[in-house]
């Protein structure tokens, strides 16, 4: 494992990512049965899970390391594969990811 990945703050976080999605993913299955306040709870588990991304995101992109370099290349192509367009940059993905949230937020 590279240097990057072996500081505790990257650790944690990405320990803290996993437990997100983990939770999300369980959860997504539920939403047909949740009431809305479950599914107000929901997104703000998506919203704080996008807040862990972008800052993730921005420490692997401020890195040299070339296991955070790669891994850079692949927010970018599951953000591809969510729509983002490559003439923008990721920063912009993200912040559409958090209106659409806060558009399902204020629906539910």
Known sequence: MSNFFQSEI???SIKELNILQQQIIEDTFKT???SGVQKK????????LLEKQKNLY?????SDDPEAIEMT????ETAKFLG?????NI????NEMEKKLD???NIK
């Open 84 to 88: 983002f367009n490559e003439n923008n």
């Open 41 to 48: 709870e929901h997104i703000e588990l998506m919203k704080i």
């Open 73 to 76: 290349k692949k927010f970018k």
């Open 32 to 34: 047909p049965f949740m």
């Open 91 to 94: 920063t912009q993905f993200f």
């Open 58 to 62: 921005f420490r692997l992109s401020l």
């Open 103 to 105: 558009k399902l937020y």
């Open 10 to 12: 990257v650790k944690e």
